[in-house]
């Protein structure tokens, strides 16, 4: 919100500076987030008188002139044709520093000497275009007065940021009714309304509200025989200061009040009214209409639309319509004033991607009482400006007038939280400064109606709040907080979450937070089945956006849609993971949601990044694989196995498995399915991982156990054989396992084959099996019966043929 010291002082006579005035408005919670001094420092640009004007000597278009400055005269060569010899201009003098660090200096142009500069609006950054330069009134102040100071164009523009609560303060009167409760001082608010005409406003217009729940109040008036003009230059010059341009004199004058009072509103030509009738209604679902903007909007029957008798005229405090504007040849006006339902507003306006200083307003809420108020200080000013006559009355639909209830406040409770020990009197003070109705009605407590312009008042805490912001923030006292110092030890799933973390790290990903929020499609990109309990998401009552509409059942869709993102910015050597809870019904519906943690991973690119040296190889199944090996290992979880057989459908047949520790699926890994992949814009293999932390930490051994190694030598043997294709890998390693020999320290395949040599539909495997004793060095002959033996087991399990 900018407002101006002046504009300010119109309102409130009060005797701050403008940076006292900025300390105090930030005291009062409205922070003054920047000041500009307008002509502060532009004193030596001042009034001066053109004596002499003709042609230089060198050039066409510039002229050579005289100017008097009060104190002597000097020449200044200007290339502007818009003045004459006898004219008074404002003279920006040697040693002058313009907006933009223009600097004046004496110099020569084309020959001739300039000792200053003859300046237009543009450069004195008072317009921010200008055809000429500036020529001022005559006899407007003495020569040698600055400029500013002549025109009484020296201000200070205050942009404050106001809190969303404080929709009262998006006007120059709400932020002087603080001013003046704050400084003791009175309000200056007397406006005088303009001679009304013979004729009657509800005889020549007509007002119809179909949807009072959206529209509680709308109020109108009606002008005749007014002319469009540009508006004078004291009222282009105040919506320049905080920064509005200037349209035309009727519209400039909506737009004033809007900023003076807080209250929106729009002028139509009434000429192009049909039936000079308003109807406010709820928008046809689809129905289309052409804002001021000259942009075609879709509208939805959410939408509220101001009608004439045949179609849409206005989008209901957002923007105007295109076939009802103010033009040129207006002479009749229906000027509107309405309070529309914030929820609405913003609804519309956020839906449509259309921001604008009227709907800024509604959406936070404005003052219902002053609707009629700021609808006649808007009709005075117009029949001032623009001519015209008032008709009789306004047409006021207001139809379920509601008074504000009183709140219960206690003087006791006040002192007691602000931590202050003020006087009763000196509360109630403040609260009538306040414009609050105060009644006291037992001891201790009173009845307090704030006013309706303060909408953010509604209990009594807010009460407490106004006496603590009046009162003075830097009267608190401050103290030191009274409280115990507690260090809890980590619990164990603690301890594991970040031991978790710190290993899926050291394995070289990254972690990623993505919102708990997500799409309610996003199952559907996952090809999960309907009965899947996956698909039953719990849903936002109030999203902001669809795509964030409902809380995530898994993990997977926000790590795949960070994944294309970070491919789509050319980052396509990734290790991601994320270890962050999801959200499941709770089985009845009054049971809270099941937030379990979970743990979810995804690689793809090269193994080892690029590089000279590096052998350029893409990470796939064994990769990921490797990465749960690792946490299960250092969480010491045995018994783990890798299932193949069904599988979630979000991953590919045949390159992917659950892992299960013992009949219990703790998680699952593989490469992702080609058609999810395209459901997320990923045109490259992804291998993923899921795990259940909160299995995980039932599973997990705190206390490792650890043995000492043998102090014999080992021996080492290889098998080749061939096996079936589709015999799993890990059946010939559990096979040699159960043996149960405690001889047998270690078996692990180091090799696997396929190609000349070996038979279709098989496959070479070679196994290495460590054998070693605790008790004795083996002989040979010990180790060849053992290795014999676990040969001939698995010729008559697993039916091998040893190479």
Request: aromatic share 6%; proline share 5%.
């Amino acid at each position: 919100m900018n407002v101006t010291y002046n504009w300010l002082k119109e309102y409130v006579d009060f005797d701050a500076t403008p940076d006292e005035l900025a300390a105090i408005l930030t005291m009062l919670g409205l922070e003054v987030e920047a000041m500009e001094r307008r002509g502060d420092c532009l004193d030596d640009v001042v009034v001066a008188l053109v004596e002499e004007k003709r042609q230089h000597p060198n050039a066409d278009k510039l002229s050579l002139c005289r100017v008097n400055n009060g104190k002597e005269v000097l020449d200044v060569v200007c290339g502007a044709q818009n003045f004459n010899q006898g004219d008074t201009v404002a003279l920006a003098q040697i040693g002058s520093v313009l907006p933009g660090d223009v600097k004046i200096k004496r110099s020569k142009i084309r020959g001739e000497e300039s000792c200053g500069m003859l300046c237009s609006e543009k450069e004195l950054g008072l317009a921010e275009e200008s055809a000429g330069i500036m020529v001022l009134p005559a006899a407007v102040a003495p020569l040698g007065t600055p400029v500013f100071t002549a025109l009484g164009l020296k201000d200070t523009i205050f942009e404050i940021g106001l809190t969303p609560n404080r929709s009262d303060c998006l006007s120059v009167i709400g932020i002087a009714r603080d001013l003046a409760a704050k400084l003791r001082l009175p309000l200056k608010q007397s406006h005088s309304i303009a001679p009304e005409g013979s004729d009657q406003t509800h005889s020549v217009i007509g007002v119809t509200v179909e949807a009072p729940e959206l529209c509680p109040r709308y109020s109108a008036r009606y002008i005749s025989g007014c002319s469009i003009a540009p508006s004078p230059g004291w009222l282009v010059k105040r919506l320049n200061e905080i920064g509005i341009r200037s349209i035309n004199n009727v519209v400039d004058v909506t737009n004033l009040i809007m900023m003076e009072l807080g209250q929106p509103l729009h002028a139509f030509d009434c000429d192009r009214l049909a039936g000079k009738r308003i109807v406010v209604r709820n928008a046809g679902e689809g129905e289309q209409f052409t804002t001021l903007d000259n942009q075609v909007r879709s509208l939805t029957e959410t939408d509220l639309v101001i009608c004439d008798a045949e179609r849409p005229v206005a989008l209901a405090g957002v923007m105007g319509g295109l076939n009802s504007e103010i033009e040129n040849s207006t002479t009749s006006i229906l000027l509107e004033s309405a309070f529309f339902k914030p929820a609405a507003i913003r609804k519309t306006a956020k839906r449509l991607g259309l921001h604008t200083e009227s709907s800024h307003r509604f959406e936070r809420g404005i003052d219902i009482d002053n609707v009629t108020r700021a609808l006649d200080r808007a009709a005075t000013l117009i029949v001032e400006l623009a001519g015209g006559v008032m008709a009789q009355g306004c047409v006021d639909v207001y139809p379920g007038k509601n008074e504000r209830p009183a709140i219960k406040f206690r003087t006791e409770k006040a002192n007691e939280l602000i931590g202050v020990d003020l006087e009763r009197d000196v509360i109630l003070d403040i609260l009538t400064r306040l414009n609050c109705a105060v009644t006291p009605c037992s001891a201790g407590l009173v009845n307090v109606v704030p006013p309706h312009y303060r909408i953010d008042i509604e209990r009594e805490i807010d009460l407490i709040e106004e006496v603590a912001r009046l009162n003075g923030y830097d009267k608190i006292p401050a103290t030191m907080p009274v409280a115990r110092v507690a260090s809890d030890k980590p619990t164990r799933h603690q301890e594991i979450e970040k031991k978790v973390r710190e290993l899926l790290i050291n394995c070289g990903m990254t972690e990623i937070i993505n919102f708990s929020f997500t799409s309610p499609d996003a199952a559907g990109k996952l090809l999960l089945n309907d009965d899947d309990p996956r698909c039953t998401a719990i849903k936002l009552a109030n999203p902001l956006i669809e795509e964030h509409s409902v809380m995530r059942t898994t993990l997977l869709p926000g790590l795949l849609e960070t994944t294309a993102r970070n491919m789509n910015f050319r980052a396509l050597d990734l290790k991601l993971f994320e270890m962050r809870r999801i959200y499941l019904p709770g089985v009845a519906e009054k049971d809270m949601p099941y937030e379990p943690l979970c743990i979810v991973g995804a690689i793809t690119g090269s193994r080892d990044g690029d590089g000279w040296s590096r052998p350029h190889e893409a990470v796939d199944f064994f990769d990921a694989k490797g990465i749960v090996e690792s946490v299960l290992d250092n969480l010491d979880i045995g018994g783990v196995s890798w299932v193949t057989d069904t599988i979630d459908p979000y991953y590919h047949p045949g390159k992917s498995c659950r892992v299960m520790v013992g009949r219990d699926c703790i998680g699952s890994v593989g490469e992702l399915h080609p058609t999810v992949q395209k459901n997320f814009a990923i045109d490259k293999p992804v291998y993923c991982f899921e795990l259940d932390f909160e299995k995980l930490v039932k599973l997990s051994r705190t206390n490792k156990t650890v043995a000492a190694p043998s102090r014999f030598p080992d021996s080492i043997r290889d098998i080749a054989m061939l096996v079936p294709e589709k015999l799993e890998a890990h059946r010939i390693v559990d096979c040699i396992r159960n043996e149960k020999s405690k001889e047998i320290e270690n078996v692990y395949i180091f090799d696997v084959y396929r190609g000349t040599g070996v038979p279709d539909g098989q496959k070479s495997v070679a196994v290495r099996v460590r054998y070693r004793s605790f008790e004795r060095t083996l002989t040979e002959e010990e180790i060849v019966a053992l290795h014999e033996k676990v040969i001939s087991t698995l010729k008559n399990k697993l039916q091998i043929v040893i190479r």
